[in-house]
């Protein structure tokens, strides 16, 4: 099994920044893939990057391509979310979630989150104008 803690989050004017982490703990000794997830008051969870827990490979949603970055600690026990040049529309609940095994991330992320068994207990970003 996974556990996922997450930290980090917050309030930022448009155009700032802000990262995220996600803690895994349990059985890693086997792959799996992490994702992140948010969701905002009133709308459906949307997928915005995904990632490997081998480094192979990584995947992000086109809202957020070239200003968010996935990645992970040498120890890989934590994975982060650095999001950059922030706007309004980020506002939301900020979840990781994870799943063991091998999927195409492209899929899982345009999902809604079915395909990730264990998440995160959720953090607030909160982008002003």
């Known amino acids: 099994q996974l556990q996922l803690v997450q930290s980090g989050g917050g309030s930022v004017q448009a155009g700032g920044s802000l990262t995220l982490s996600c803690g895994v703990f349990?059985?890693?000794?086997?792959?799996?893939?992490i994702g992140w997830f948010r969701q905002a008051p009133g709308k459906e969870r949307e997928g915005v990057a995904g990632?490997?827990?081998?480094?192979?490979?990584?995947y992000y949603a086109d809202s957020v391509k070239g200003r968010f970055t996935i990645s992970q600690n040498n120890a890989k026990n934590t994975v982060y979310l650095q999001m950059n040049s922030l706007k309004p529309e980020d506002t939301a609940m900020y979840y990781c979630?994870?799943?063991?095994?091998?999927?195409?991330?492209?899929?899982?992320?345009?999902?809604?989150?079915?395909?990730?068994?264990?998440w995160g207990q959720g953090t607030q970003v909160t982008v002003s104008s």
């Open positions: 349990g059985y890693t000794f086997t792959t799996y893939y």
């Open positions: 990632f490997y827990s081998s480094g192979d490979s990584t």
């Open positions: 979630a994870a799943s063991y095994g091998w999927r195409d991330l492209r899929t899982v992320i345009a999902g809604t989150g079915q395909d990730f068994k264990y």
